[in-house]
């Protein structure tokens, strides 16, 4: 009997992204994977050491294929700016070339609850999900929840805190709990499913064949957040300017102002609309957390609540 199938060969778009380079930096520590990626001609940044660069340029299909020919795991993480046909030519791409398994690019999103196609960005999300299907692909997506060191750090608009005005707005009463994640535990949940063997004995790739893997840093609100910072920066409450304000009347400002052409007003939407969620039980998957079965320790909210501020304190911009 043959042994069962194993991710040797994994190639990735977006390696010196935010999310990407989480990924790759917890695949290179496996020594068990020959990692590739697909970069552009005009790209700016490279990959880090150990991992193979191929140029391809996304108007000519044949230098997608090409590359990714023979790889065993196609994971795209592309960034917010990407064309929006890039995913698409990714997946045609990939089936093309025999790839027999993507993750494709909706990192946080719960791809099996049924409100997500009401949700900002969510019906790209189950298109893309649709054509990879239609493709014969098969899948795993990361419901992850959202970005914990990168949404603190952001600012106002997102989990309501300005960490350098010392700011907070809590939403409704601030003890809504959400599932966040940090990059480095997305990195190592993608690691640890890849280090599996495709089919056998529990766990298996398998397991989550065309289904979201769940994992979490933690589970945690705005309280929680504000005093992880009090920890780390050594303020109080008196220390800040905190106010409330309803999850719902944010939300609509996000919207308004989003019309008016203020970005993060789509930012202000989406996490109102996150809390509001939340509080109505839709975001809850903790039966289904994948953390214990795949070995991933658990992770420290202060040590992550610390980052954020170091990131902020560097200069570092989240956006870029």
Not at 89 to 100: I, M
Not at 255 to 267: Q, S, V, W
């Amino acid at each position: 009997m043959a042994p069962p199938k194993t991710f040797e060969k994994i190639a990735i778009t977006g390696a010196t992204g935010h999310i990407g380079q989480a990924l790759v930096t917890e695949l290179l520590k496996t020594g068990k994977h020959t990692i590739t990626a697909l970069t552009r001609a005009e790209s700016k940044r490279a990959p880090p050491n150990g991992v193979k660069s191929v140029q391809v340029d996304y108007n000519d299909q044949e230098t997608l294929i090409a590359a990714l020919r023979g790889q065993d795991f196609l994971i795209i993480a592309l960034a917010i700016t990407a064309p929006p046909d890039t995913h698409s030519k990714l997946v045609k791409a990939a089936a093309s070339a025999g790839v027999p398994y993507v993750m494709p690019n909706c990192y946080g999103a719960d791809i099996r609850n049924p409100t997500l196609a009401n949700e900002p960005l969510g019906a790209i999300v189950m298109a893309q999900i649709a054509e990879i299907e239609s493709l014969g692909l098969s899948y795993v997506t990361l419901a992850c929840g959202v970005w914990y060191e990168w949404s603190l750090a952001l600012g106002d608009a997102f989990f309501g805190f300005d960490i350098k005005s010392r700011k907070a707005v809590f939403l409704d009463d601030g003890k809504t709990a959400l599932n966040v994640s940090t990059w480095e535990m997305c990195g190592r949940a993608v690691t640890a499913l890849l280090n599996l063997p495709e089919s056998g004995a529990s766990p298996a790739l398998e397991d989550w064949k065309n289904e979201p893997v769940y994992v979490r840093s933690f589970r945690v609100t705005q309280r929680d957040m504000l005093d992880s910072l009090h920890r780390v920066l050594g303020t109080t409450d008196e220390d800040w300017a905190i106010s409330y304000e309803p999850a719902e009347k944010r939300a609509q400002e996000g919207l308004d102002e989003f019309a008016k052409g203020i970005i993060t007003g789509r930012a202000k939407n989406m996490y109102s609309r996150h809390f509001m969620r939340a509080r109505a039980g839709e975001l809850e998957f903790s039966k289904d957390v994948a953390n214990e079965v795949l070995g991933l320790a658990e992770e420290s909210l202060d040590e992550a609540t610390k980052k954020a501020v170091e990131m902020l304190e560097s200069g570092f911009d989240p956006l870029a």
